[in-house]
């Protein structure tokens, strides 16, 4: 019988426990359990008295040069004390695990476990204290290059609308919107003064879903799956944008915002010329996220990415934010 070949596996917790527990000499009664399958999939690891999360990176994802980097960027944080999630060595004294699942080579990391719980929406204080967090990290990182991706306007809108175009007809009302208003934000980027703008290492995906709070009020930043390099305020648009849509009255998301701002710039000033730009670069993200979306359908959006969805995903939250803000 002809053996099918597989394009994305989900490896068993059992054999996940069995290698963690082999490769990080972790007690026998040591546990694991599937978090996540999303675009990487995630495990918690439970021994007798510590927490972890070994992620294991999708096939042909990134490099082991761009897991590489991503953890090296970690690892300057956490010497610098700023609290986010790191990675932890093996037996061997490597960061990177190789993986031989069915579809081919995974790496995979284990990641210290970030305190606390995932809080959907936190108060003012805690806004302050991530902007200073998001603040601590870019005035660490600023003018510092990663061996990785640069979020080039080309590549937040027209590499987005190329994944985005086999999945909706251009004919359509919303594509229309896409690709005449795609127009308008290269535009702004392009006439931007770059010399007001920082450039340096961006996480590109701060917001609730990848931090979590602890019962004293400590927040932890993981997931830096998308970090590479350009303008620092890429990371505040998509913080602020993502405010819009948990935070839904008005009066609480500004006083949010503003508690927010306030906390970042207790550590870095953001030039007249970033606040121009934020509105807008809050849109390219969401042209970038929806562009992950689609080159991921194979391998993980296909459960809920289709023609509707892409729709309103577009006319809701695209178009909704972009008139709400320019
Ligand atoms: N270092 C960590 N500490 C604690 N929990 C974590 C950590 N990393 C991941 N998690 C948990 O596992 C979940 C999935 O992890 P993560 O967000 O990194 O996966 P992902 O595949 O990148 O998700 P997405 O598809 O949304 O980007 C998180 O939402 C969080 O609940
Ligand atoms: N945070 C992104 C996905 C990548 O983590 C989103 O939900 O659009």
Redo the contacts with the bound molecule.
Sequence with gaps: MKTFSVTSSIISSSDIADFVCEKYALSPNTTCRL??T???H?YRIDTDNESF?F?LYSCNWRTKQEIAEELKLLQLLKQNDIAV?YPISNRSENLINDINAPEGLRYAVL????KGN?VLNFSEDIHSEIGTLMARIHQQTKGLKLNRITYTPEILLNQSLNYIKPFLSDETEEMQFLIETRFILEKELLNANTKLLRTGIVHM?IWF??L?ISDDNKVTL??F?FCGNGWLCLDIAYYILQLHSTEKDDTERTAKINAFYKGYETIEKISDEEKRLIPILGVCMYYFYLGVQCNRFENWSNTFLNEVYLKRFIAVLIKGYYEKVT
């Design positions: 978090l996540k999303g675009i990487n995630t999360i992620r999630s990641f210290s476990f970030a995932k995906d879903d990848n979590n993981f997931d799956d």
